[in-house]
């Protein structure tokens, strides 16, 4: 059984930055798709950056030249660096890892998620 824990979230003035936690319970995400998702009160999640299975990376246009998705030298911990945080950036921040053989992420319930994590910034 695959468990991601999020850590990291909390309160933080604008323009101010967070380092957002992904631990997972053994190497889960060596070699598989990853990312991390954001859910505002009334929006749809969506996500907000992501690796495919071979390493390609990719942002959503709101997190670009802002945000750095990574995983720790171990592979048992994934990094969400957010600087320059926006008060629109105030959401719930869940990661996400596809099962294996999958190339990229896509929001498939039945693949792992974390429990979420509140991020908010204030003007």
């Known amino acids: 059984q695959v468990r991601l824990v999020e850590s990291g979230g909390g309160l933080v003035q604008a323009g101010g930055s967070l380092r957002l936690s992904c631990a997972a319970s053994g190497s889960i995400f060596r070699g598989n798709a990853m990312g991390w998702y954001r859910q505002a009160p009334g929006k749809l999640r969506v996500l907000v950056a992501a690796?495919?299975?071979?390493?390609?990376?990719y942002y959503a246009d709101s997190a670009k030249g802002r945000f750095t998705i990574s995983t720790d030298n171990n592979e048992n911990t994934m990094l969400l660096q957010m600087n320059s945080l926006k008060p629109e950036d105030t959401a719930v921040y869940y990661c996400?890892?596809?099962?294996?053989?999958?190339?990229?992420?896509?929001?498939?319930?039945?693949?792992?998620w974390g429990q979420g994590i509140q991020v908010t910034v204030s003007s």
């Open positions: 996400n890892v596809a099962r294996p053989g999958r190339v990229v992420v896509a929001g498939r319930s039945e693949d792992y």
């Open positions: 690796s495919s299975s071979d390493g390609i990376i």
